[in-house]
């Protein structure tokens, strides 16, 4: 086998999936100055994205969503797109993002985000490259929106059948806790407050739900809540919402 043809196979396929045909056009071009990938292109609809998956079968796609169309539509395709594709690895081309964006991003599937305004072509190749070997790939901001999620307290938003929202903010965490399994005392602990407080609200709860007991509470929360992450964080000085 000849060296050429070694480095080709061993080369990593690489789809650039771009709504800015100009853009992947340049994009792709500057890509293809390293022996390191293969390079194809599609524009970022549905159709040509799966004809392109099946003919070029790449181990990272490079996806830069249309900017015109709102984060919550671009992010519903990619979903639904990694839930397709779950073995290809992803990397999120923008101009800029923000905390919404690199959260909604990686609970969409993917593994790297890479600002374009920000970095060079020969650090995207290195970004491809991390992602292709299973790795993450996000500066230290984009790392600390992670970690502060995690350590976000959860919420849970209960309706009645009106669809009218029933629970205070700190009755919703109360809520979300209960539901994932704490006792009291554990409740207490990650809200850092007592005991006697969190039955209070147990009870005010189960009072504007109708309901008596902790199964009862948990079975409502399933059919009538909506699952989210609350705004506020745990930790030292941190100001948390009143009843």
């Not at 490079?62 to 015109?68: G, I, M, T």
């Not at 919404?100 to 491809?128: E, P, Y």
């Not at 070997?133 to 209960?158: C, F, H, K, M």
Request: glycine fraction near 4%.
């Amino acid at each position: 086998m000849s060296q050429s043809l070694a480095a080709t196979l061993d080369a990593i396929s690489v789809l650039v999936v771009d709504s800015n045909r100009m853009q992947a056009q340049l994009l792709s071009s500057a890509l293809r100055r390293y022996a390191e990938f293969r390079l194809a292109t599609c524009p970022m609809d549905a159709a040509s994205l799966l004809q392109a998956l099946t003919a070029t079968l790449p181990s990272v796609v490079l996806l830069s969503p249309n900017s015109f169309v709102g984060d919550a539509e671009n992010m519903a395709a990619v979903r639904q797109f990694h839930l397709s594709y779950p073995e290809v690895f992803k990397v999120l081309l923008v101009e800029s993002c923000d905390r919404q964006m690199v959260v909604s991003a990686f609970r969409s599937g993917f593994r790297g985000i890479f600002c374009l305004s920000d970095s060079n072509v020969r650090l995207l190749g290195k970004c491809i490259q991390r992602v292709a070997a299973g790795q993450i790939w996000a500066n230290t901001e984009q790392l600390s929106y992670l970690l502060d999620l995690v350590s976000e307290i959860p919420s849970l938003r209960v309706f009645n059948s009106y669809g009218n929202q029933l629970l205070t903010p700190r009755e919703e965490q109360v809520v979300a806790l209960v539901v994932e399994g704490l006792a009291n005392r554990e409740v207490a602990m990650e809200l850092q407050l007592s005991q006697h407080t969190i039955k209070k609200y147990l009870f005010r709860i189960f009072d504007k739900l109708g309901i008596s007991t902790r199964v009862e509470l948990v079975l409502y929360a399933v059919n009538h809540g909506d699952p989210r992450h609350a705004e506020l964080l745990m930790g030292m000085g941190r100001t948390y919402p009143r009843a």
